[in-house]
Each structure stands twice: as C-alpha cells, then as structure tokens.
C-alpha cells in the first residue's frame, strides 16, 4: 500500500539525537495519520546514526553524492508517500505542529513553518538570527517574493508537485531553490509560524562561507529566471 505520508530527514552523525527523534514520531504522527513511513538519508555517519535507524525499523538509505542539496534532492525522490514532511534530526522543528500542516495539505503545494511571521520566533544566538533575516530579506527583495522563511526546512509537499522540480543547488540552498520554484512557478504556498529551538545534541553541520556562496549563486539564477 502506497503511505499517505513520508517523514524525511537527512542524517550525519547524529547518533545523539535521532533516537529521541524517532520516539517522538509516533505520537505526533499516528493520531494525524497512520499510513506513513520514516525515511532517513544518511550522508556516511560514524558513530552509529545508521544502526539507531536500523533498531527503529525505519527506512535508510545511504546518499549516493556529496553535499546536502544531493542528499535532500535524493530523499524527496525516493519519497513514496503522497505527502512528504521534511523536518530535522535534531528536534528543532515542533513535530506537535504536522497536524496544523495536515489540515491545509489539500489546498497548498507546500505548507512550511516560518520563523519570522508574527507569533513565531527563533531562539539561536543573535548573530545566527541576523544572518538569517537578511538572507530572507534579500531573497524577498529581488525576487520580488512574499514568503518570509525561504531558507526554512520544516515542510509539508505535495510529492507529484515538488518531485517534478529540476534543482541543481548543492548544498543548503537546496530548500531556498525548490521554495522558489515553486511559488514562481504558481504553486500555492502557506507559511505557518513556529518557535524555532536550536538543538540540544550534536552540532550544526552548516559552514557560513559556504552558506552564503551557495545562496548567492541561487539567488542569481533564480533572479535570471523569474525576472
């Protein structure tokens, strides 16, 4: 039987977290909708995140090509749910919130959490939020675009919709670029406010000089092709 949902996250050493993260799961998930399934892409951990997955029962698959936009471009692929919600190992994005996303799955191609609507927030050190907000600033500036988390991952796709999408973005700016797309593209996009909190195990994978390379690539290419 095809799933309803599939719950994808991507993994690198997260052997710290991804065992209460799985736990969590159920409890949020089954009372919204049963039918779902647990697909985790692993980027080459070594401290045991695969053999965690594996006692969970849930579905690993090793990425075949370097980088997070690789990684997350291959688990939506490899999505067989009709829905597909992409959230963090490490339990930053509220999984309470899915069932507010579920409610609104028919009308939207994506429903996303923002961090920036109002009632929402964003508990990081102040540099990270900074940093955050002019990157979402910038992109809403020149693109022209009323989303105000474009470099959010907490989502809800509509899987024939986003696993349409032709991305080339190789890193974090993965999620910037399919959001673009598909809101230039007509989809309709619903942002949801949440509290962001940063993880409490492990550490972020994220690299600032890389981050902002990439993201100004895709901001060029997604500005030559929407003007």
């Not at 779902?36 to 695969?50: M, N």
């Not at 195990?201 to 994220?206: L, N, P, R, T, V």
Request: glycine share 10%.
């Amino acid at each position: 039987m095809t799933p309803e949902l599939t719950i994808l996250t991507l993994t690198l050493n997260e052997a710290g977290a991804l065992g209460e993260f799985l736990s969590q799961l159920g409890p949020a998930i089954k009372p919204v909708v049963e039918n779902y399934e647990v697909l985790v892409i692993d980027g080459g951990s070594t401290d045991g995140t695969v053999e965690i997955a594996n006692k969970a029962g849930v579905r690993v698959v090793a990425q075949s090509r370097p980088g997070y936009g690789n990684a997350y471009r291959e688990g939506l692929a490899l999505s067989k749910g009709k829905y597909i919600l992409t959230l963090d190992a490490d339990s930053s994005h509220p999984k309470q919130l899915f069932k507010t996303f579920w409610k609104h799955r028919e009308e939207y191609s994506l429903v996303m959490g923002s961090r920036y609507l109002p009632g929402a927030g964003d508990t990081r050190p102040w540099g990270r939020r900074l940093l955050r907000r002019i990157l979402n600033s910038v992109y809403a500036a020149v693109l022209v675009c009323p989303l105000t988390d474009i470099s959010g991952g907490f989502r809800l796709y509509r899987a024939e919709d986003v696993q349409k999408i032709v991305s080339e973005s190789p890193y974090y700016d993965a999620v910037a670029e399919i959001l673009v797309i598909l809101w230039g593209e007509g989809r309709k996009v619903l942002e949801i406010p949440y509290l962001y909190v940063p993880r409490e195990q492990g550490e972020s994978k994220a690299r600032i000089w890389r981050f902002g390379i990439s993201y100004g690539k895709t901001l060029y290419r997604m500005w030559r092709r929407f003007k």
